[in-house]
């Protein structure tokens, strides 16, 4: 299977930035499509953003829309997620996950999930 370690979560102020990264390792990195997502306490998992494996095609929830930015290094076998003009409504777990759908906002679509980092934005 692929193994998923997401790291650079911590605590930001509003208005802040923080850039997740997600290091994959176990199976052909450039093959998958990768994707964003979290969960805060109390609430269901939703999509942040996902990126084609070839790193040509990205798509974005519209809460994070022109705030987030997702991007790919294969030859790193590396995710990143740029985050910036963080709310506080962004305080949440965040996941990278892996996977060969095309449903690229859907939690069913990814095969394999990292443990996730906790980011948490201070009003």
Avoid: H
Wanted: aromatic fraction near 14%; glycine fraction near 12%; charged fraction near 20%.
């Amino acid at each position: 299977q692929v193994q998923l370690v997401e790291s650079g979560g911590g605590l930001v102020q509003v208005g802040g930035s923080l850039r997740l990264s997600c290091a994959a390792s176990g199976r052909t990195f450039s093959s998958y499509s990768m994707g964003w997502f979290r969960q805060a306490p109390g609430k269901e998992r939703e999509f942040v953003a996902a990126i084609s494996w070839s790193g040509g095609s990205t798509y974005y929830a519209d809460s994070v829309k022109g705030r987030f930015t997702i991007s790919r290094d294969n030859a790193k076998n590396t995710v990143y997620l740029q985050m910036n003009s963080l709310k506080p409504e962004d305080t949440a777990v965040y996941y990278c996950a892996a996977g060969t759908g095309r449903l690229w906002s859907l939690e069913e679509e990814y095969d394999y999930w990292g443990q996730g980092t906790q980011v948490t934005v201070s009003s």
